[in-house]
């Protein structure tokens, strides 16, 4: 509170409220506090930093509208959150014994450069692979380190076992034992399905930028989460789901004080069997700015990506949502063998009570690349800037 006082975002919006200091003494007062949200960091990042002088570092995450929200770390801030990197990369299995893999890029998005540093802090030793350009580039570096662990995006741990397949090798026949799964939510169709591929155990991990990081155990039941350094409450606001809302406690750089994730979900109350005593935040169950209307009903995304990933041939697919004459029109794009249309159009149905329009098959490779995890979920009617690339793919199919 004392450093949150010094700021202009929470020191001016506490004062403006006549919220005084001495009346927030514990967890329990923070009610009284207002909320932010992630468009109250990005307006102006340099007034949520609680020691401007101690900043050694600048990362920038994806932002609400495009413009990148900067996340600013002290010394002090990057260890607790190298820290609570190490105790995910515990939980999920690893040790110093491992060879890791981290395959997440290095760059402004800070999750690459935190791993890495939290597999040395392991004592493991860390392959720090980023995003190379090729499938082929990633198969030498497995076959001439060997490692143990992948940490990276799930739909890319995916395809590098499809293409594997593709040139004829055999995934499980290298030496990897586990994946740490981050960047996107994975649904249990798709967990399974890399897992067989691969022959390993898939587990993910949670967390954002501005807060910090909590991740699954082999217990595969939600993320354990690190309440020491980040607060954790759940807005009941959004039809009876709660929105996931946090506070760091102990951060000196960018300070989330109630900061809303728009993330949905629920604390366990249960002891996880795992043995692990720190409590357990559910699987998320929603993310808010996901949510699009399309034909008058509201779709989740996830729905759409568990019912695409029901089909074990499915390799990959693009939903893309645009306005035709008016009505909202949906094409699903789909690389894959052997993928009967009708049967997907039946399961999107089953999952949104929406039908696309065109379902079309393509060639494998064919779906661009779009934005840093390869979105597979386009609405063309607010996200203008993917129409060149989404009217040049379609021509060419
Ligand atoms: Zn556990």
Redesign the pocket.
């Known amino acids: 509170m004392n450093l949150a006082y010094k700021t202009l975002l929470y020191g001016g919006l506490y004062r403006r409220q006549g919220i005084e200091k001495d009346s927030i003494n514990g967890l329990v007062d923070l009610k009284k506090l207002p909320t932010v949200s992630k468009s109250d960091l990005t307006r102006n990042f340099y007034e949520a930093i609680g020691k401007p002088r101690d900043v050694v570092k600048f990362h920038t995450t994806s932002g609400t509208s495009g413009t990148p929200t900067v996340v600013a770390f002290t010394h002090n801030d990057w260890d607790i959150y190298v820290k609570q990197n190490i105790k995910c990369l515990r939980?999920i299995g690893a040790n110093k014994y491992d060879i890791i893999y981290n395959a997440t890029p290095y760059g402004m998005f800070f999750a690459g450069l935190v791993l890495h540093d939290a597999i040395i802090g392991l004592g493991a030793k860390v392959i720090p692979a980023g995003a190379l350009s090729s499938t082929s580039a990633h198969f030498n570096l497995f076959e001439l380190f060997k490692p143990t662990v992948y940490i990276g995006i799930p739909q890319y741990l995916l395809k590098l076992a499809k293409d594997y397949l593709d040139i004829g090798k055999d995934p499980r026949e290298l030496a990897f034992e586990r994946a740490y799964c981050l960047g996107e939510p994975l649904n249990e169709k798709k967990r399974k399905l890399i897992e067989d591929l691969w022959d390993i155990e898939v587990y993910c991990g949670y967390g954002l930028s501005e807060i910090g990081a909590g991740s699954?155990?082999?217990?595969k039941?939600?993320f354990?989460w690190p309440v020491e350094d980040v607060h954790v409450e759940v807005l009941e606001e959004h039809h009876s789901k709660g929105e996931l809302t946090y506070t760091t406690l102990r951060k000196t750089g960018t300070l989330a004080i109630r900061f809303r994730s728009r993330d949905l979900g629920h604390i366990i109350d249960e002891p996880?069997?795992?043995?692990?005593k720190s409590p357990?935040i559910s699987h998320i169950e929603e993310r808010l700015d996901d949510l699009v209307k399309i034909k008058g009903t509201l779709i989740s995304p996830y729905a759409i990506d568990s019912a695409m990933y029901s089909f074990k041939n499915v390799r990959n697919y693009l939903f893309v949502i645009e306005e035709i004459r008016g009505l909202d029109n949906v094409t699903i794009y789909i690389e894959g063998n052997n993928v009967n249309s009708l049967l997907i159009k039946k399961a999107i149905k089953n999952a949104t009570f929406i039908t696309p329009n065109t379902v079309k098959m393509v060639s494998k490779d064919s779906i661009p690349l779009i934005g840093r995890k390869g979105k597979r979920f386009i609405d063309l009617r607010k996200e203008n800037s993917y129409n060149n690339i989404i009217q040049n793919f379609a021509k060419a199919t």
């Open positions: 939980l699954e155990c082999c217990e039941v939600g354990h996880c069997a795992c043995g692990d357990l």
